[in-house]
């Protein structure tokens, strides 16, 4: 796992590719010319359509046709503590070990507490519910007072810990973390390392900001709605521009935070430019709070099961089906949710009507 300082840590500035990434063809293009490239495409053996990167939870993959595209804006919200980063950093770490590189603009975590997280998803993905959960590869990690000198040795014997440490050496050089900040990380900051990781790995690399609303941009004195506009019209021109898909992490305004309310696009916090700018629009909700009423009152034993699971709503998608809404079960004591799904087989609230 690489590092990408901000600029104002770094000592050298990010060298650009030799042709950069979006420029390589004039704007303004004849049909003719794009078929005549198309067909060199396939007549050279390569994809003549968009690249694909699956996100490694198969239920979604298969309602997305593959995965995310190239050039797609992908929104991911939800209710604090619900795990949004969590299932996005698996996100990442499946796109990784599947030999895709993946840059993660961290405006919350620092590398550290990036690297704890994927250590717990790689056990749980090895091991199981039994692979060692999150908070016992934190005290691992601060203990003082250890025979254990190195981390092969420190998580030798833990469940899953020994070939989690080993993947993560496979892997982790393509798995690039920028430790973001709100005032210094702008757009143009985004820019830029997008453009090193792709010079340095040759390939596109799938994008996380976490998160979105976090992003600054410079010189500008408007309200958080006008600049949430700017800063979501923004990171669709990079994922035009480079051709990767950006998976950004979104905020929900406080009004929606309550008991009992699922989450819509509408409760995202900012512009309406979310919705009308982004390809992929993903609501997660706690699935005891949007359940219909009569799945608890009249089978009480079901409050405790589906409180072990999330719901995904796939509220917009221009590359295939929408409204449709899968679950994953949560495990978070290794900060990860179970990567198969399912389509939700019960009755799901819709605004105000099976609430009291």
Request: aromatic share 6%.
């Amino acid at each position: 796992m690489t590092t990408v300082e901000s600029h104002e840590a770094s000592a050298e500035p990010a060298s650009a590719p030799a042709t950069p990434p979006g420029r390589t063809a004039p704007r303004l293009r004849s049909l003719t010319d794009v078929l005549v490239e198309t067909d060199e495409k396939m007549r050279t053996g390569r994809a003549a359509g968009a690249r694909v990167w699956p996100t490694g939870f198969d239920s979604l993959d298969v309602a997305l046709t593959g995965g995310f595209r190239s050039g797609e804006l992908i929104l991911l919200g939800g209710p604090q503590g619900l795990g949004k980063t969590a299932m996005a950093l698996q996100m990442l770490r499946n796109a990784v070990s599947a030999n895709r590189s993946a840059v993660f603009f961290s405006y919350e975590h620092d590398a550290h507490s990036v690297l704890e997280r994927l250590l717990a998803i790689e056990a749980g993905a090895i091991a199981g519910s039994d692979g060692i959960s999150l908070t016992k590869i934190r005290q691992r990690f601060e203990a003082r007072h250890s025979n254990a000198h190195s981390m092969s040795e420190r998580f030798a014997n833990a469940p899953g810990g020994a070939e989690a440490v080993a993947a993560l050496e496979r892997y982790g050089e393509h798995l690039h973390v920028h430790t973001s900040s709100g005032l210094h990380t702008t757009l143009d900051e985004i820019r830029t390392a997008i453009e090193q990781v792709v010079s340095q790995e040759s390939q596109p690399p799938l994008v996380l900001v976490d998160y979105l609303q976090k992003v600054p941009v410079a010189q500008f004195s408007g309200s958080e709605e006008e600049r949430v506009a700017v800063v979501v019209e923004r990171l669709k021109d990079l994922a035009l521009e480079f051709q990767v898909p950006i998976l950004a992490i979104v905020a929900a305004d406080k009004g929606s935070l309550v008991a009992g309310k699922r989450m819509r696009v509408n409760d995202l916090r900012g512009s309406s430019a979310l919705a009308y700018e982004s390809d992929v629009i993903l609501i997660l909700n706690d699935k005891y709070d949007v359940v219909a009423k009569h799945h608890l009152v009249y089978h009480l034993e079901n409050a405790e099961r589906f409180r072990q699971w999330v719901i995904m709503s796939i509220e917009k998608n221009r590359s295939g089906v929408d409204h449709v809404s899968l679950e994953f079960r949560k495990r978070f004591e290794q900060g990860r949710f179970e990567p198969e799904g399912r389509l939700v087989e019960e009755q799901l609230i819709e605004e105000r009507v099976f609430r009291d």
